[in-house]
Each structure stands twice: as structure tokens, then as C-alpha cells.
């Protein structure tokens, strides 16, 4: 097995990027940069070094030996050093963005030279860290004196390679080398031992290379891995990693959405939830600090079949529901990871976060917002119920099993059992007031020889819950809420996840559980706050004009199609609360 160090020194990690970087060099010498570099001293030093709500950053420098999982904030002196980050600064001012719209550079391919010294990609395409454990909350304001476990969490969707070669007409913009998997592997190494989370959930993990490359690094971090391959001919799946020194394993659920002889759960999606038990330090009882819920996904891409993904999303929530549940019906914290494939406010999207949706007579394209197609002349519309009582989950996204009946003597019985009740004699006999048609109802129904003779009124063997199903609304009571706003305010743009065929757009999320606030929404969009569950940082994102300046995803610097999300939480510990 080829070590991270090993992986960090192959000539295939410093080959490549020399392109971009001669791109970058050019712009720092060229004389309206010079202009820019006027313009950006005669800005307040506050404007210059920190985004507002956030912790003074810059480039961001990879650990060399321990890593250590707080960023370091880098002086404009130090960033002055470096003409390539310097430029990259200074091209991603606001007054060096260009009149017209980028075209994606899919013609015109230059051949990359190799890069003359290793440039992590934080040097180039840096990301904030934003500190929210200091901001003011309007709506709680939270004890200092409030003991917390800290730990972070990374979703990353990190481009199964055998996805790569069958889809190669996506990546034209990329130099075919710098999408081989011996350059990626160790540029995404790289990327998440720098930011050193302790929760892990990476989806398109292929699985040959998890079983021989990943699991085998990832244990050598320190973490205890889970993975889950999708259903059928699929090569890729959803793992989840944790710190063992941080977390203790509860109970693991590997999910399958794949449902023989269901039309709306026919595709090979996966999914994963964990319940894990934090590890205190010695002397603290593990019961002072609640377990936490991980769940990991990768719903289905298809644009048109929303009506699949709210289905697999369904099942997830219900699985989630049965792990997280207390025996008090309360739920523990959850965080919810993955790959959703459907944009901000959109109706999956507000199903999730709002915990309700109405789904009858929506157009199933709808769901995720991905794309427009409303000027078909046809597109499937969704009815209820939108999955049939036998996959065993209800409208509220909750297993039937843990449900109890509205009345007790409100029965669903088995078909079995009903059958035996065929041809019993009140069954055969006919109605006094029914209209006589000759060969039709003249005649008595003959008991066929062999079936069973009609047995007396018995009580179902197996009975089962009498489940209500709603006219067209599904729900679920988990109230969660995203980790990420979906905008850059200090850009004015929207946040980007990924840009497939060079548009950017939102796809990957993390949720996480908070408080609902009594009576405050704004426009439809239900407002929370912290409760156990604190967000105390993000790392930030970029937005889709940063992005094609690198040439998109993935680049030289960022081997995944993808960027990686990470949030850094608290859970209080209830024994050490002041008071």
C-alpha cells in the first residue's frame, strides 16, 4: 500500500498545473493588475484581510507533520511573498470581474509543463473559515460558560473514477492527465487530512479503490470506516468514516432504495446512517453528552424522476427516524450529509428543511429544480400516494412497525386471510333486493374442490396497523436545517457545490438538527435555532465566477468535480452545564 507521503512526492502530483500557474503569473504583471493592486491598498485593512461574520483567512497552508484541525490565518505580507497567490487575490476582486460571461474553455487545450514546486490548492482557490461561535445570535444567545464536545464534519463527493471514463464528454475542459486517478488520489488525500474532520462522509467511492487505497489511509489516520456499494452493476457507493478516538460506534444501517417490483424505487442508490456515542475525556460519564445520528446519501441525478428522489428520501428519513429515536420519542442530533442532486429551494429541498411538503399534481422535474422542462408536452406528474402502504413507510416517513394504530380495532388484514372468507355461505348467498338477470345472478357460486372449506370468524394470525394515507402531503418531524446559507453576500452571488459541463450550481449539503422557533417563518421558510446541536464554523464557498477562473472542477488543484463541505459542531455536555 503506497503511503500519503509517498503519494504527496509522486511526479504525477507536481505535473499538470503548470498552465494555470503561468496564467497566474501573467496576471500579476499585467498593468491592469497593477491598477487593481492600487485600488485593493486603498481599501480599510478590515476589508482587505476578513470577510465580514468570519475569521481573518488567506491561503491556507497544509500541515507539514501534525495536523492540526484549527485554520491559520495568513498576513497579506506573507501573501505579497507568492506572485501566484498574490495574482489569484487580486483577479478574485470584485473590480476585476469581467463585463461578459466566461465561456468554458472546452477548445484551444494547452499542454500543461509541470509545475516547478508543490502549490497545494488552498494557495490558489483558498476557502474562509468561518468562526460562528462568536457571532450574536438574535434568536439565542448562547452560554459562554457552556461546556461543548467539538467536532467537525466533511461531506465530499469525490468523482468515482469509473465515472470519469464513462462519462469523459463532461471533462473536455480538463487535461486528460490531471483526471487519471494515481493524480487525484493524492491531491484528495491531501484535502482532508488538511482539514483533518473527524466525521468523514464521502460519496462516488468506487469500491476497488476503497478496499485497496482509501480504508486502508483512512485507518492509518485514525478513523474506523463503513461503506455501502450501490445495488446492480454500480462500482461506486457512500462511506463513513470516524475518528475512533473521538467517536464510539452504537449501531450502523447501510440502506438500499432499490425495491424489486416498485417503479419508484427501481434505481441502485444507497445510503448509510450510524449512530455513534462521543468519547469524553476520562472521568466524564459517556451519558453526559447525547449520541449523535450521521446519515450519508447519494440520491439519484435524474432532472425528470423527482418522484424517485422524494421517495429515496423518504426511506432515508425513516431509517433515520428509527436510529434517532429516543425512548421517550424524542429524537437525538442528527446530521444529515450528501449528495441530494436538487438545488436550494427547491420542493425537495424545502421537504427537508421545512419538514413538510405537498407533492399531488406536481410535475416530478419540479422536485430537484435541476432543470426547466416545462415546455414539453408531456411531463409526469406526481399522485398519491406516491409510494404504495407495502414498502412499509408512512406519509410522516416513519416505518409502520414503530407505528401505532389510530384504533385498535382498525385492522388492515392479510390477503391470506381474507381469501379463506371466498366462498363461505354468507358470501354465496344472494341479496333479497338484487335485480335477477338470468345466468348471472341466478346461480350459486360452487365452492371449487380444492379450496378450503370456510373456516369461522377467527383473529388474523398476522394482523397489521391500520396506516392512514394522506390526500398528496408527505412529512417528517426531524427539523432540520442547513449548514450553509446558499449565498455569498459579500460577493453577491450564490454558493456553488459543483459545475457540471461549466455551470455552477448546489447539489451537496450538510443538515444538521436545531430548535424550530415558535411562530417565526419567513416566506414559507421555517426559522431555527441552536438547540443541543451547535454550528459553531463553516468552511466557506466559492462561487461559479472564482471557479471557471481555475478552468471549473476538477482543476489542477481540486481533483473532484465536487468541493468538499465541512462544518464544525458542538454538543453540550449536560453534566459539566453551569448551574
Known amino acids: 500500500m503506497t503511503s500519503l507521503s509517498d503519494l504527496n512526492s509522486a511526479p504525477e502530483v507536481t505535473q499538470y498545473a503548470g498552465e ?23 481599501l480599510p485593512t478590515e476589508e482587505t484581510v476578513a470577510v465580514a461574520g468570519s475569521a481573518p483567512s ?52 494547452v499542454q500543461c509543463s509541470s509545475l516547478p514546486t508543490e502549490v497545494p490548492y488552498h494557495e490558489v482557490l483558498w476557502r474562509d473559515w468561518e468562526d460562528l461561535s462568536a457571532k450574536p445570535c438574535e434568536l439565542e444567545q448562547v452560554s459562554k460558560n457552556t461546556p461543548l464536545f467539538e467536532f467537525r464534519v466533511m461531506s465530499y463527493n469525490i468523482l468515482a473514477q469509473d465515472l470519469v471514463e464513462q462519462s469523459l464528454d463532461l471533462y473536455l475542459h480538463c487535461h486528460p492527465n490531471i ?12 484535502e482532508i487530512q488538511h482539514w483533518d474532520p473527524d466525521v468523514l462522509c464521502l460519496q462516488e467511492v468506487q469500491e476497488n479503490h476503497y478496499l485497496e487505497q482509501l480504508e486502508p489511509t483512512f485507518k492509518g489516520m485514525g478513523f474506523t470506516c463503513f461503506y455501502k456499494r450501490r445495488t446492480g452493476k454500480k462500482t461506486d457507493g457512500c462511506a463513513v468514516c470516524y475518528k475512533h478516538s473521538r467517536f464510539q460506534l ?54 425528470r424522476r423527482g418522484d424517485i428522489k422524494l421517495a429515496q428520501m423518504a426511506l432515508l428519513l425513516a431509517e433515520i ?11 437525538y442530533p442528527v446530521i444529515l450529509c450528501g449528495d441530494l442532486n436538487s438545488v436550494p429551494d427547491s420542493p425537495l429541498y424545502k421537504f427537508i428543511r421545512n419538514g413538510e411538503l405537498s407533492y399531488h399534481g406536481m410535475p416530478a422535474w419540479k422536485v430537484s429544480g435541476q432543470e426547466d422542462f416545462s415546455q414539453q408536452s408531456y411531463s409526469r406528474r406526481m399522485l398519491a400516494p406516491l409510494w404504495p402502504s407495502s414498502l412499509g413507510v408512512t406519509d410522516n416517513c416513519q416505518y409502520v412497525t414503530l407505528c401505532q394504530p389510530k384504533k385498535q380495532d382498525r385492522r388492515k388484514y392479510s390477503r391470506d386471510f381474507l381469501l379463506r372468507f371466498h366462498y363461505c355461505d354468507l358470501a354465496c348467498e344472494r341479496p ?56 455569498l453576500p459579500q460577493r453577491g452571488r450564490p454558493e456553488v457545490t459543483t459545475m457540471p459541463m461549466g455551470l455552477g450550481t448546489t447539489v451537496d449539503y450538510i443538515f444538521y438538527s436545531a430548535e ?64
Open 516 to 579: 424550530p422557533v415558535e411562530n417565526r417563518n419567513r416566506g414559507g421558510r421555517r426559522l431555527y435555532q441552536d438547540g443541543a446541536l451547535k454550528l459553531l464554523g463553516r468552511l466557506s464557498l466559492l462561487s461559479e465566477d472564482v471557479l471557471l477562473m481555475a478552468n471549473g472542477l476538477p482543476n489542477p488543484f481540486c481533483s473532484s468535480d465536487h468541493l468538499c463541505l465541512l462544518a464544525s459542531f458542538g454538543l453540550e455536555i449536560a453534566s459539566l452545564r453551569e448551574g
Open 250 to 303: 452504537i449501531s450502523f444501517s447501510p440502506i438500499e432504495y432499490f425495491r424489486p417490483g416498485l417503479d419508484i424505487l427501481n434505481r441502485d442508490n444507497v445510503g448509510l446512517v450510524l449512530l455513534l456515542q462521543p468519547v469524553l475525556p476520562e472521568g466524564l460519564d459517556l451519558k453526559a453528552v447525547s449520541p449523535l445520528c450521521v446519515a450519508n446519501t447519494h440520491v439519484l441525478f435524474n432532472p
Open 179 to 190: 483526471l487519471n486517478w494515481n493524480y487525484r488520489l493524492p491531491n484528495l488525500l491531501q
Open 20 to 42: 494555470h500557474l503561468t496564467e497566474l503569473h501573467a496576471l500579476a504583471s499585467s498593468e491592469p493588475q497593477d491598477h487593481a493592486v492600487t485600488e485593493l491598498a486603498e
Open 432 to 487: 333479497a333486493h338484487l335485480v335477477l338477470l338470468e345466468g348471472v345472478t341466478d346461480a350459486k357460486p360452487d365452492r371449487p374442490p380444492h379450496w378450503p372449506k370456510p373456516a369461522a370468524m377467527v383473529k388474523d394470525p398476522d394482523p397489521q396497523p391500520f396506516v392512514p394515507r394522506s390526500s398528496g402531503i408527505i412529512q417528517h418531524g426531524l427539523n432540520l436545517t442547513s449548514v450553509y446559507s446558499h449565498f
Open 58 to 109: 488567506a491561503a491556507v497552508v497544509p500541515q507539514r507533520g501534525h495536523q492540526t484541525a484549527s485554520c491559520a490565518a495568513v498576513s497579506v505580507e506573507l501573501q505579497n511573498e507568492d506572485p501566484a497567490v498574490l495574482a489569484w487575490s487580486l483577479v478574485c476582486d470584485e473590480e476585476m470581474m469581467p463585463k461578459e460571461p466566461y465561456a468554458w474553455p472546452i477548445q484551444d487545450m
Open 321 to 331: 427516524d428509527k436510529i434517532a429515536k429516543t425512548t421517550e420519542g424524542s429524537y
